[in-house]
């Protein structure tokens, strides 16, 4: 796997000595692993990194398009079922701790209206503004947000009234 055009690294490692001190142990190497196996690793990681990168951009550009996608890269490791696989596995277990994220907030939220409402009358929640059941808050903000509604329809209706404001050419009047 060659690069099209070679980059400028930056000097140095590129991940932290400790994370892959913990991949060597994990994959049975000493617990104190030698500084050059580190570095060693180091490159290899960061090699494949850049390489599948190219690859997923040459699969995006063969597909006329400036930004790689996830597929792009689905598809540059459909030779390698292995690692093909794994990428699914972890894309799918991101998919599902999403909604689970999602599902979680929104019964939250559910649980704090519900228990406010069960109290009944005007009661506070999180936001601090005292609602009643079903109510908007206070009278105020209410006749606040019902003249800038009025203000917004009525400025719609003075613009329909000039002919201007259309979307095509053909509907534009000038004055």
């Known amino acids: 796997m060659a690069e099209p055009r070679m980059r ?13 001190e913990a991949f060597l142990i994990a994959f049975g ?3 104190n692993p030698l500084p050059e196996t580190v570095k060693v690793l180091d490159e290899i990681i960061t090699d494949f990194i850049i390489e599948t990168s190219h690859e997923a951009a040459q699969c995006a550009h063969y597909s006329r398009r400036a930004k790689i996608k996830v597929d792009d890269y689905k598809f ?26 999602k599902a979680f907030n929104t019964d939250e939220g559910a649980v704090v209206k519900d228990t406010a409402g069960e109290k009944g009358g005007k009661e506070k929640d999180k936001g601090g503004k005292g609602e009643e059941k079903g109510g908007r808050g206070d009278k105020a903000e209410e006749d606040g947000e ?21 979307d095509d050419a053909g509907t534009v009047t000038s004055f």
């Open 76 to 101: 540059m490791l459909r030779r390698d079922s292995a690692k093909l696989g794994r990428v699914s596995e972890l894309l799918d277990l991101d998919k599902d701790l999403k909604n689970k994220r």
């Open 146 to 166: 019902r003249g800038e509604g009025e203000e917004r329809r009525k400025k719609k209706k003075r613009r329909k009234e000039r002919g201007g404001g259309g």
């Open 8 to 20: 400028l690294r930056q000097k140095g490692q590129q991940f932290p000595t400790s994370d892959l």
């Open 29 to 31: 190497d000493d617990d």
